[in-house]
């Protein structure tokens, strides 16, 4: 079960003109179409105008407002940057760069074989390049009560933080969910002095990537910050009437007013199962970004990115790759060759211990991972191998062997 | 040209995307947040803040490096002291 942002037919429902009126043929006139307003395609449409003032662009999105950085959420709600500091682009810069930017829209079909798509509120827009950037669904409870948060989206911020203006203090909070986002959840709520218990169905955060010295110490670590852990507690049900009273899970019930729910993140692809496109966990590309279709190209939180420092294709799910691939694809579309040799990377702060992925972390895809430091040391670091190369790492509270590993890993 | 180039570690989380475009301006610490560089040297050691001479084409690539942090946590003034970036 996943969430999604609004329908936009619902909202406009009635036709604008198409904003590309006939195909075009070569460069000058070329006609591309966008679809994802979030770094991804923000970055591919910016740098597609900075190569070429000629040719046309449209971003089709989903979301009503315009570009903003979802990493700046949790600041947002810590009180640390103004609401208005979120959002990296103003209304006025899709059309100060000739950007024709469609908000509030989503594609609902792509015919590659004739070119165009057809967007929810019935037009045909065609396409001589298409980008699709189409980011990712926050996977849900399969109920709801108020007192319930995601966070993802910027409505989920303005949400949480509705409902935490509401509460006393002190005031017992509940996360569910063992990532990134219940790790902002916690952060966040710590902000703000609240009592709070943290639930995940595994024995750790990251259960599929951190060895168990590494979730040891982030577990002993949110112990000794006052932080409840309730690892292994799979979610049975909400508790409550209207609103949120507390969580019953397999392991041990316990009391909240809000709950924080970050139990991962889904490519949003069910939609191109008939494109004709090679889908996997998300759309398959290679590192230029490019799919199985002509003049198709993926990027950002959609795509499955052959890593040529791991030779594995996955989805890399960092801001800073979106945006990188979003560029290479604007400079691929204009005819350059140019490829994403990015080493990824992930930082996270929780409470104060720093937690940084790097590269290809995935434990089936490698075939042998080496530990160094360990719990009682206070750091460990992982490090990923593939027919002896590294190819990623993750550092728990050991800083100072990044640049060491990401040269490692770039070879 | 002198430029002044400053970053907010309060903000800055790591993400490493302006050392990506810019190394030679930009290096991550310890603490997991980026110094700011004179061409690849840190003179009179490690700083979140430092006045450098560029060209122009150091300068473009060095807000390139502003842009690209997702929290936007680079700021960039020009001689005069004048924010070149965020705009």
């Known amino acids: 079960m996943t969430r999604q942002g609004n329908n936009c037919f619902r909202d406009n429902p009635t036709p604008s003109p198409s904003p590309f009126v006939a195909k075009g043929e070569g460069k000058h006139d070329m006609k591309i179409i966008i679809i994802g307003g979030g770094i991804a395609g923000t970055a591919c449409a910016e740098e597609l105008r900075k190569l070429s003032s ?31 500091r979120v959002f990296l682009k103003d209304e006025n810069w899709y059309a100060e760069n000739n950007i024709e930017w469609l908000p509030g829209l989503r594609v609902e079909k792509i015919d590659h074989k004739n070119s165009f798509v057809e967007l929810t509120d019935g037009r045909e827009l065609p396409f001589d390049k298409l980008v699709i950037a189409g980011g990712r669904d926050t996977r849900a409870l399969p109920e709801d009560l108020r007192g319930v948060a995601y966070l ?22 509940g996360v569910y969910g063992g990532g990134l986002i219940a790790c902002e959840f916690i952060n966040i709520f710590q902000n703000f002095n609240f009592e709070i218990t943290v639930a995940f169905r595994g024995p750790g955060f990251w259960s599929r990537v951190l060895d168990k010295e590494s979730s ?72 230029k970004m490019k799919t199985n279709l002509p003049n198709i190209f993926a990027i950002g939180d959609t795509a499955e990115v052959f890593d040529v420092h791991s030779g594995h ?35 996270m702060n929780i409470l104060g211990l720093d937690v940084i992925f790097l590269g290809d972390t995935d434990r089936e895809w490698a075939d042998e991972v080496k530990v160094e ?24 509270n050991r800083n100072s062997e990044r640049a060491r590993l990401l040269a490692e890993i770039k070879g | ?27 991550l610490n310890n603490d997991n947040k980026a110094d700011v ?48 970036f965020p705009r």
């Not at chain 1, 570009?67 to 103004?82: D, N, Q, T």
């Not at chain 1, 909240?256 to 004709?276: R, T």
């Not at chain 2, 040209?1 to 290096?27: R, S």
């Open chain 1, 54 to 84: 000629e040719v046309e662009i449209a971003i089709v999105s989903e979301e009503h407002t315009p570009l903003y950085s979802r990493i700046l959420l949790p600041f947002y709600l810590k009180g640390k940057v103004e609401r208005e």
């Open chain 1, 152 to 173: 993802w989206m910027l409505d989920d911020a303005d949400h949480l933080l509705q409902l935490i203006s509401e509460q006393p203090r002190p005031c017992a909070v």
């Open chain 1, 216 to 287: 040891e110490l982030i577990n002993r670590h949110l112990i000794k910050n006052n932080i409840k852990v309730l690892p292994e507690a799979k979610f049975i049900s909400l508790q409550g009437e209207k609103e949120l009273s507390g969580v019953e899970t397999d392991k041990e019930n316990f009391a909240c007013k809000i709950l924080g729910v970050g139990i991962g993140l889904e490519p949003d692809i069910s939609w191109l199962q008939d494109s004709g496109l090679n889908v996997g966990k998300g759309i398959k590309v290679n590192e």
């Open chain 1, 313 to 347: 294709q996955r989805i890399m799910g960092t801001w800073t790759a979106a945006q990188f691939q979003g560029r290479i694809a604007a400079q691929n579309i204009l005819g350059q060759e140019e490829v994403f040799d990015q080493v990824t990377s992930s930082t």
């Open chain 1, 373 to 396: 430091g360990s719990l009682e040391e206070g750091g460990v670091v992982q490090i990923f191998y593939k027919k002896q190369k590294a190819i990623g790492a993750t550092l728990i």
């Open chain 2, 1 to 27: 040209m002198k430029i002044k180039i400053k970053v907010d570690a309060d903000l800055c989380i790591g993400a490493a995307a302006c050392v990506v475009v810019a190394p030679e301006t930009f290096q």
């Open chain 2, 37 to 84: 560089l004179d061409h690849s040297e840190a003179p009179n050691g490690p700083a979140y803040e430092r006045e450098i001479e560029v060209t122009e084409e150091e300068l473009q690539n060095i807000i390139l490096g502003a842009e690209s942090c997702p929290v936007l946590a680079v700021f960039v003034y020009d001689e005069a002291g004048k924010q070149l």
